[in-house]
């Protein structure tokens, strides 16, 4: 299946997409530079996977699953080089923007009312989906964020009576089979088939802001914010894994301009202090956020995904509904394991 556009031919792939020096590369263009030499791949940004004559290449995080490793270049099973493309230094403005402008050609957004998929939003000017069960936090706030905004945003309440299919095709996918994994993938579920309903192949979305500029509760009260976010950071390739992995069952892609290297770069050069401060989280972003919508909406706080749509909510009571007082138990039913 042809994801986000991308270009398949035979045993040779573009999954996703490339750019060199902020320019896009078109798919063919892409496989012709790495045939005539490989390591013309350590200058690619962008997400994507490659295959080509017996070699492999993956953008520098892993945000596009592939068959080789995150941020290398392979051929016939040895790396011969990395992914390493090389920009000048922005400030996090700048970054933001240019991120989203090379993501923003086609696609829908994911809008869940919160500053991180706010921001991008506004700067993407694409349609926005927003999904969750009736009455749930973050269909109240998207419906809010939209109007503030001026964006079109396509409501999709989630019936209760759909969790346990879309749960167990969940299962049968992600890696790891815990509560939160299965909640988080649940919600991605939802989203990704809106996306496919109304004609997209590429989802936008404000994942990885938390782990980059401290919008965890648990930041507030560390010792050491930057070695925290470290730890946190380095969680995002399963992640992406997990939710890449659940997109593609509606034949999707998942866009991330937070975790485009520029963004990256510029938010590792913050002091701690431009992250959380004073019992506020996420503060850098939230000031470039300021900018571009009012500042309640900058400064509003949301609940995570699987909260904030109701699904983790909806987990909870179709698991004792089948007789399983624990979650996890009834997730080890779904995935065929003995508990």
Known sequence: MNID?????????????????????????????VRSNPLAATAFGGEFS??????????RLGIVPGGGPAGKITCRGDTIGEVNPQ????????????????????????????VDSSLVAVLAGLPCLAVGVEGSH????????????????????????????????VMSVIPQKNAV???????????????RDMGAFRVLTGQGADELFGGYARYLTTGDIESQLATDFATLGAQ????????ALHGVLLSLPYLDLRVVDA???????????????????????????????????????????GVAKEIRR??????????????????????
């Open 50 to 59: 490659l295959s080509w004559d017996g070699c492999t290449a993956r953008d």
């Open 87 to 114: 920009y000048p230094r922005m400030d996090l403005e700048t970054a933001i923007r240019e991120a989203v402008r090379l993501r923003a050609d086609e696609g829908v957004v994911a809008l869940s009312g919160g």
């Open 267 to 309: 938010a590792k050069a913050l002091p701690p202090e431009r992250k959380v401060a004073g019992g506020l989280r996420k503060v850098a972003l939230r000031e470039v956020a300021g900018r571009y919508m009012p500042r309640d909406l900058a400064w509003r706080e949301k609940k995570a995904m699987q909260y904030g749509s």
């Open 318 to 339: 179709l698991s004792r509904s089948k007789g399983y007082p624990r979650t996890g138990d009834y997730l080890a039913h779904l995935a065929g394991e003995r508990t």
């Open 5 to 33: 556009r991308s270009l398949s031919e035979g045993r040779e792939w573009v999954r996703g997409w490339v750019e060199v020096g902020g320019a896009k590369l078109l798919p063919g263009e892409a496989l012709s530079r």
């Open 138 to 169: 973050d269909l109240e706030k998207a419906d809010s964020a939209a109007r503030l905004l001026g964006l079109h945003c396509t409501r999709v309440a989630i019936h209760p009576g759909e969790v346990e299919e879309a749960l167990a095709a």
């Open 181 to 195: 994994d299965a909640a988080i993938g649940t919600t991605v579920f939802f989203i990704t088939r809106a996306a």
């Open 240 to 247: 992406a894994e997990r939710d890449q992995a659940v997109a």
